[in-house]
C-alpha cells in the first residue's frame, strides 16, 4: 500500500544516514506523525521484520520512548510511522551543551 493512502505528506523534517523523516497527518484520525523512510532498500516484507530497527522498536514499551505505530512496506521502500514529537533527544542534547 502507497504510503500517501492512508497518510498527507506535509514536509521534510529532517534527513540522516539511515533515511529521512517527514511530517505527516494521518487521514484516519488527523494525528501528526513522522514517518522515517529507510534508505536501505528492502525485497521483502521478511527482510523488514528482520531489521535490527524493527525488531526493537516493536519490542521496546517505555513512557520515555515513542513507540511505533506501524510500519509499511511500499515497492522497495520500508516506512516506520511513529507518533509525532516536537524534539528529540539528540536536539534536547545540544541545547544543554
Given amino acids: 500500500m502507497d504510503i500517501n493512502e492512508k ?3 506535509i514536509k521534510k ?3 540522516g544516514a539511515f533515511g529521512n523523516v517527514l511530517l505527516a497527518t494521518s487521514k484516519e484520525d488527523g494525528c501528526k506523525v513522522a514517518i522515517k523512510q529507510i534508505k536501505e532498500k528492502v525485497s521483502s516484507w521478511n527482510d ?6 524493527v525488531k526493537s522498536l516493536r ?3 517505555h513512557k520515555n520512548i515513542i513507540k511505533l505505530r506501524e ?3 511500499h515497492k522497495d521502500t520500508l516506512y516506520l510511522i511513529f507518533d509525532y514529537a516536537e524534539t528529540n533527544l539528540f536536539k534536547l542534547y545540544m541545547d544543554f551543551k
Fill in 71 to 73: 510500519a509499511r512496506k
Fill in 48 to 53: 523488514c521484520l528482520n531489521m535490527r530497527e
Fill in 7 to 9: 497518510y498527507t505528506i
Fill in 13 to 15: 523534517i529532517d534527513e
Fill in 59 to 61: 519490542k521496546m514499551k
